[in-house]
């Protein structure tokens, strides 16, 4: 090889040495300033530039490659390394050819230094590159950068890279709750507790690499998935509650309680018949009627019925079901049926036990299955005809007591007041309802008047007899006399120019006409009109019993008891109570207590941990003190949030649903007895 | 220990004696049911007076209007800070009556609002044991007064304790009459004034 063909074969190596310089260069300098934009936390447009600068670099020394195009000054190079070539080279490389400069440049082997030179020229910058590269990986700030860099791969922006930084930075719940509720899928960001029923998918989710996680429920360890660019952990709501705790290779923890709502079995009432009973025949239907109840939704009911027969230790049973009805996910509803009596052929001892049960929809845990209470309608055997009590079914209704006057006006003005809101055929009804006390109180009142003149009493309720309207005191004084057959006005002093018969029963017999006037307005339906007869009847009845109400007055004797003789001599013996101590604080409240104030100490070293432990606490007593569970949810969410103003507030529940310490007062005077 | 005394209140306005007997009757059934220690008579004790904190239970009633003077309300507050009970009774049964009336806003504004005592109160149960609550009295079965049968007692509770009994059911009425009439009636009707006795010292 001649001497040029080496020349020229060294620029092509310096070339690339050059080249190599200037790309560790812009290397080293990209990754320092990076390192700078991370520690500092510029914002993200910063990196781009950080990415110029570096090219910048790697351009600005890449210019050297301008001085490689003379061939002259890469011979010049080389002569500086290689003095002894007595610029025999660089001759050469200007283009002059002759056996003697051939031989001169050919005789000292330069290329082995000149190759030399080149690898030492390229040993600083890369060891610059590599210990700057080398910190920048280094520096907390910027490892989980280079983490989620490796994780979203080469096309991943360094912006998102810094994004996921710490991998429970955001934390996502969704929540599908079972397909027989029929709800919507719940999203909670940053949960501190997620309630769901029971069988519910829960996903917890979040950004960065899912190797930098762990995950546990209750200790046992869970596995997380990667999904994109986040992770995701699946868990199934436990029937019990549970911790889920999450642990990021940064040493950082994040505990969800898992808070599971059961589903509560029907709750069914049943309405008719309304108790047991016994018949002497068993004939006719019998109406059933029961109210359903479900907190998530009823599948199906139906009215169960048990008929056993026999005596002694020989009986037989016959159960069937009625009125099955599928009730397609309502949260309530009203299952009626009748059953004929006839049908059921029940004989003389028999007893017909039927109850209604309901289902709910729940595949996971159930399905939750209600009853009602029992009723048993019995038919009285022959024999026993004298010794039961035998009722009719249904109960005939009970006959309420007959209202005071004040009674129906207080329900004639809560009449009034619904009364815009009542359809008119509705509102005559009640206000009927009124009239017929009404009239039984009118009724009560002639009974007085008249049995007071030695009169019968009016007739009784529902008899063919009309009703006496109003009544002149002439007119009363003439039924007394038609009813004695004497002269009732005529056997008695007489006053002014009223009996004293009369004198008395007058605020009565105001009563029973205001009475009368109430009644037809309420018969009507028109409340309004009947309520100031109903005050004048009630001011009258006042009347008449002030107008017979005496008084003893007058200063009677004192009385000294005599205590030894009436010592424990009454029958009746009684149980006293013992003075109550403060109650003592529960072992469990104390053990809370205890806690709760280390948890409180704990805010200023460590809000996170303090937080962490009143989930902790939060599980415990989520079995047996619900408001406190709820109470320590929202003292771990105000204190994640470093909500300084909630803070207290929630601080101040939880103490109160912990209960406290009996308060001890000082300075009671005790009981001294006889002055 | 002292013997237990029943005190009745004297208030400036109003008929405060109007229940002479009472007093007598209720010593005689705690001395017939219990072995409670009580005086052979009863003290008449003016809420005015710093008198009234010797006694736990003070007994009140009335048919007219009750006005308390500033340093009767300030001694009631006081007396219930102190654990008293106070035992009102309306002897007019009528809540429509002047006493009711007057009575339940002086007491209102001494106590704060009586509220109905459920039946399940342990008053009912800290002696004799009344199931359907406060024993009904003739008097209401009877329409005298507001016609009403009270179905609950009502009452003011500091630190769970009864400080103030309101009645609307006239105790005044059905139990004054002589202890030596006791003996007359099959069912003694006083009982229940041994459970207000108990709980009062009990409480």
Redesign the interface.
């Given at each position: 090889m001649t001497a040029h063909a080496r020349l020229l074969q060294l620029r092509r190596s310096l070339a690339v040495v050059l080249s190599i310089r200037a790309l560790l260069a812009g290397i080293a300098m990209a990754m320092s300033l990076f390192a700078v934009v991370r520690v500092f936390g510029l914002p993200s447009w910063s990196i781009a530039l950080v990415v110029l600068l570096g090219l910048g670099a790697s351009a600005l020394l890449a210019a050297k490659l301008r001085a490689l195009r003379s061939l002259s000054r890469v011979a010049l190079w080389v002569e500086e390394r290689t003095p002894s070539l007595r610029y025999a080279l660089v001759t050469i490389a200007d283009g002059v050819q002759s056996p003697t400069l051939e031989e001169q440049a050919l005789g000292t082997p330069w290329w082995t230094e000149a190759q030399r030179a080149m690898l030492r020229s390229l040993i600083v910058p890369a060891l610059a590159a590599a210990s700057i590269v080398l910190l920048a990986l280094w520096l907390p700030a910027v490892r989980g950068g280079a983490g989620g860099e490796r994780t979203t791969g080469a096309s991943k922006s360094a912006a998102d890279a810094a994004k996921v930084a710490d991998v429970l930075a955001v934390v996502h719940v969704a929540v599908i709750p079972p397909s027989y509720a029929a709800q919507p899928t719940a999203n909670v960001d940053d949960p501190t507790s997620v309630e769901a029923l029971v069988g519910s998918t829960i996903t917890v989710s979040g950004k960065g690499d899912a190797s930098r996680l762990t995950a546990s429920a209750d200790s046992a360890p869970r596995s997380i998935a990667q999904l994109g660019s986040g992770w995701s952990l699946a868990l199934t709501m436990p029937a019990r509650p549970a911790i889920v705790r999450l642990h990021s290779d940064a040493g950082r923890d994040r505990l969800i309680v898992l808070a599971p709502i059961i589903d509560a079995a029907p709750a069914i009432t049943l309405l008719m018949p309304a108790h047991d009973t016994i018949v002497r025949r068993a004939m006719g239907s019998l109406a059933l009627r029961a109210q359903l109840r479900d907190d998530i939704g009823l599948r199906d009911a139906a009215f169960e019925l048990v008929v056993s027969s026999g005596s002694g230790e020989n009986f037989t049973f016959r159960t069937t079901t009625v009125a099955h009805a599928l009730l397609g996910g309502r949260t309530d509803g009203l299952l009626e049926a009748r059953v004929s009596l006839d049908s059921l052929a029940l004989q003389p001892g028999d007893i017909l036990q039927l109850r209604a049960v309901a289902r709910d929809g729940n595949n996971v845990t159930g399905p939750g299955v209600g009853s009602s209470e029992t009723r048993a309608l019995r038919v009285a055997r022959a024999d026993e005809y004298d010794s039961v009590s035998v009722d009719a079914a249904p109960p005939a209704e009970a006959e309420g007591q007959i209202l005071s006057q004040r009674m129906l006006i207080d329900l004639t003005v809560a009449l009034m007041k619904r009364q815009a809101s009542l359809a008119r055929p509705l509102l005559v009804q009640e206000s009927q309802r009124i009239a017929a006390d009404q009239r039984k109180l009118r009724k009560r009142v002639g009974d007085v008047i008249f049995q007071r003149l030695g009169a019968e009493p009016l007739s009784e309720e529902g008899t063919d007899a009309p009703e006496p309207g109003k009544l002149t005191p002439e007119e009363v004084l003439k039924r007394a006399d038609a009813a004695t057959g004497a002269g009732a006005g005529s056997v008695m002093d007489v006053e002014g120019d009223e009996t004293p018969i009369l004198a008395i029963n007058k605020p009565l017999l105001e009563a029973f006409n205001a009475m009368w006037d109430a009644g037809r307005a309420l018969e009507v339906g028109e409340p309004a009109k009947a309520l100031p007869p109903m005050r004048i009847a009630l001011a009258a009845i006042q009347r008449a019993r002030q107008a017979e109400r005496i008084y003893l007055r007058g200063k009677p004797s004192t009385v000294i008891v005599d205590i030894a003789k009436a010592r424990l001599a009454g029958k009746d013996k009684g149980v006293a109570s013992i003075r109550e101590r403060r109650p003592v604080i529960d072992p469990v409240v104390r053990r809370r207590s205890a806690t709760f104030e280390r948890v409180t100490a704990l805010i200023a070293r460590d809000p996170d941990a303090a937080a962490d432990s009143l989930l902790v606490m939060r599980v415990d007593a989520l079995g047996d003190a619900p408001q406190l569970a709820a109470a320590l949810d929202e003292a771990a969410r105000a204190l994640r949030k470093r909500d300084n103003v909630a803070i207290p507030l929630v601080w101040a529940r939880v103490r109160r649903a912990l209960g406290g310490a009996p308060e001890q007062r000082a300075g009671v005077t005790p009981w001294l007895g006889t002055p | 220990?002292?013997?237990?005394?029943f005190a009745t209140a004297q208030y400036d306005s109003g008929d405060w004696d109007?229940a002479?007997?009472v007093p007598?009757n209720i010593?005689?059934?705690i001395?017939?049911?219990?072995?409670i220690d009580?005086?052979?008579?009863g003290?008449i004790v003016p809420l005015a007076s710093p008198?009234l904190?010797?006694?736990?239970l003070i007994y009140m009633t009335g048919?007219l209007p009750v006005r308390f003077s500033s340093t009767e309300r300030t001694n009631l507050q006081r007396y219930a800070e102190?654990?008293g009970l106070l035992f009102v009774d309306d002897h007019n049964h009528d809540i429509?009556g002047t006493f009711h009336k007057t009575a339940t806003e002086e007491l209102t504004r001494t106590y704060g609002a009586p509220k109905p005592l459920p039946n399940t109160h342990?008053l009912y149960?800290?002696?004799?044991?009344f199931d359907e609550g406060p024993p009904t009295t003739s008097h209401e079965l009877n329409?005298?007064?507001?016609?009403?049968v009270h179905k609950t007692l009502s009452g003011v509770e500091r630190?769970g304790r009864l400080v103030l009994l309101y009645s609307n059911k006239d105790y005044s009425s059905e139990w004054n009459y002589?202890?030596e009439n006791k003996r007359f009636l099959s069912v003694?009707n006083t009982?229940f004034a041994?459970?207000i006795v108990?709980?009062a010292?009990?409480?």
């Open positions: - | 220990m002292s013997d237990f005394v109007s002479p007997l007598a010593i005689d059934t001395a017939r049911y219990t072995a009580v005086a052979p008579s003290v008198s904190f010797r006694y736990p048919h102190r654990g429509d342990p149960r800290t002696f004799f044991v329409g005298w007064g507001d016609d009403l630190d002589h202890p003694d009982k041994v459970n108990v709980y010292l009990t409480r």
